[in-house]
């Protein structure tokens, strides 16, 4: 599924200046992918870089974009979450810089509704720029129900 989608800040129990994430690109059950353009205020930039170990943080937030969508189309609110594991993380580059846009795509490995495992990508000028598998812990729900 395509566009449009609700505000990113809307599926995910982050608040500035934690929002890393700008949109979701698209959608199905259990995989999505989120764009996000590094600037020099964000989080985790530092003399207008990011470095790619920060990704992670990327990932989990698109983690909770992917539930949090789902949960917002069931109606349901969105629930907060924490990564318990980050297995097999790999950087292919070692940082982006400001102006550059990339691509988180994550898609549930398997899961339940404590557990999930992704697998995660970050993507630079359609190249590979880090990837990794995370386990997230999912906790209570925090937002109000979505529109079903």
Same mark, same amino acid.
Request: with cysteine; hydrophobic share 25%.
């Given at each position: 599924?395509?566009?449009?989608?609700?505000?990113i800040s809307t599926l995910m129990p982050?608040?500035?200046p934690m929002v890393l994430l700008d949109r979701m690109l698209d959608w199905s059950p259990g995989k999505t992918s989120c764009a996000f353009?590094?600037?020099?205020?964000a989080r985790f930039v530092e003399e207008g870089l990011l470095s790619a170990p920060f990704t992670i943080e990327h990932m989990a937030q698109a983690v909770a974009v992917c539930?949090?969508?789902?949960?917002?189309?069931?109606g349901r609110g969105v629930r907060v979450g924490m990564i318990v594991s980050c297995r097999e993380f790999r950087a292919f580059r070692c940082?982006? *810089?400001v102006g550059d846009e990339l691509i988180v795509?994550?898609?549930?490995?398997?899961?339940?509704? /404590? %557990? *999930?495992?992704?697998?995660?990508?970050?993507?630079?000028?359609?190249?590979l720029?880090?990837?990794? /598998? %995370?386990t997230l812990f999912h906790g209570e729900t925090l937002f109000q129900k979505g529109p079903a």
């Open positions: 599924m395509s566009g449009p989608f609700p505000p982050h608040r500035d353009r590094v600037r020099s205020e539930l949090g969508y789902e949960a917002y189309l069931g940082s982006a *810089s795509r994550v898609e549930r490995d398997r899961g339940n509704e /404590t %557990l *999930s495992h992704f697998r995660c990508e970050v993507h630079l000028d359609d190249e720029f880090a990837d990794s /598998t %995370l």
